[in-house]
């Protein structure tokens, strides 16, 4: 079972679990249509709406509000899930990894400096064997944060169901194991 820490400290993040003041910084990056549709939700259409998703979707032990440390405000997500909340994973040793941060912070390496993070933590405190994740077709950006934290394709799979978009989207899924996060850069 997941034991969280309160916070994942790395360069220039904080990596703190969510709180109900962090509704109106959430609606600002999720509302924006070119963040969530592509991973799969919808954008948010109210502060009151991302209220509700800090409050249920976002409450798991291992969700993290992505903050930069200069401000802890915060700027994206990044989480693990267990069990029954994942779609990939089903051993007990293995998670599923999912994350997402607001257009003004693309492109600055700070989702791969999280997913570096949540990795050593997944791997060194709760004790893993691999952790899964997933993008859909289009999401490059994902696919490249990806490839470089380490993780390997595995399959492809057409009509994959997309829920809360109400459609069937093309789904990558790749995974990194224990084994391949400890061996040595080459």
């Known amino acids: 079972m997941p034991i969280s820490q309160a916070t994942i400290e790395t ?7 969510w709180e109900d003041a962090d509704a109106e910084s959430l609606y600002e990056y999720a509302k924006d249509p070119a963040v969530g549709p592509i991973a799969g ?11 509700e ?8 032990p291992e969700t993290y509000a992505v903050c930069l440390k200069r401000d802890n405000v915060a700027i994206g997500a990044i989480g693990l899930k267990f069990g029954d909340n ?3 994973a089903d051993a007990d040793d293995e998670a599923e990894l999912g994350y997402w941060i607001g257009k003004p912070f ?8 999280a997913v570096n993070a949540i990795l050593a933590h997944a791997f060194e405190n709760l004790g ?18 990806q490839e470089k934290c380490g993780f390997h394709h595995l ?32």
């Open 86 to 88: 994942a779609d990939l």
């Open 106 to 113: 693309w492109g600055q390496g700070l989702i791969p400096e």
């Open 53 to 60: 998703i800090i409050r249920t979707v976002f409450d798991d």
């Open 11 to 17: 360069n220039r993040l904080l990596l703190r679990h």
């Open 128 to 145: 893993l064997a691999r952790v899964w994740a997933g993008y859909y077709e289009g999401n490059d950006r994902s696919r490249r944060v």
């Open 41 to 51: 939700w919808p954008a948010h259409r109210s502060i009151d709406e991302s209220l």
């Open 155 to 186: 399959w492809t799979s057409e009509g994959v169901d997309v829920p809360l978009m109400s459609e069937k989207r093309t789904g990558h899924v790749s995974c990194i194991t224990r084994e391949e996060w400890d061996a040595p850069a080459s």
